[in-house]
Nanobody, 129 residues
Framework: QVQLAESGGGLVQAGGSLRLACTASGRSFSNYSMAWFRQAPGKEREFVGCINWGGSTTYYMNSVKGRFTISRDNAKNTVYLQMDNLKPEDTAVYYC??????????????????????WGQGTLVTVSS
């Protein structure tokens, strides 16, 4: 069973950058499509972006397009979220998630919480104005 652990969060000034990492323990990481979610204080969890098994396909929430980039290194069992030009509204706990199901498309894998197989513990990103 794969387990996920996020790292790389912290406090940054608006306009700055952070690179989050989600490292998997266990086997078969390359079988999982991966996603990043975030949850700001008092708000619902929202989808940030996702990446397919081989890293050839990505999707992003509109508000982070052009600023955030998801990548993965299966040899290192790690998926990354590079966040540039951070804004105060990006402040949230960021979670990585994984899904190995093959019976639906990439976006659908993360459309509902019930579809997600794995969640990390989260890492806090705080962007000051």
């Amino acid at each position: 069973q794969v387990q996920l652990a996020e790292s790389g969060g912290g406090l940054v000034q608006a306009g700055g950058s952070l690179r989050l990492a989600c490292t998997a323990s266990g086997r078969s990481f390359s079988n999982y499509s991966m996603a990043w979610f975030r949850q700001a204080p008092g708000k619902e969890r929202e989808f940030v972006g996702c990446i397919n098994w081989g890293g050839s396909t990505t999707y992003y929430m509109n508000s982070v397009k052009g600023r955030f980039t998801i990548s993965r290194d299966n040899a290192k069992n790690t998926v990354y979220l590079q966040m540039d030009n951070l804004k105060p509204e990006d402040t949230a706990v960021y979670y990585c998630a994984g899904n190995s199901r093959t019976d639906m498309g990439l976006l659908m894998l993360f459309a509902r919480d019930s579809h997600v197989e794995l969640w990390g513990q989260g890492t806090l990103v705080t962007v000051s104005s």
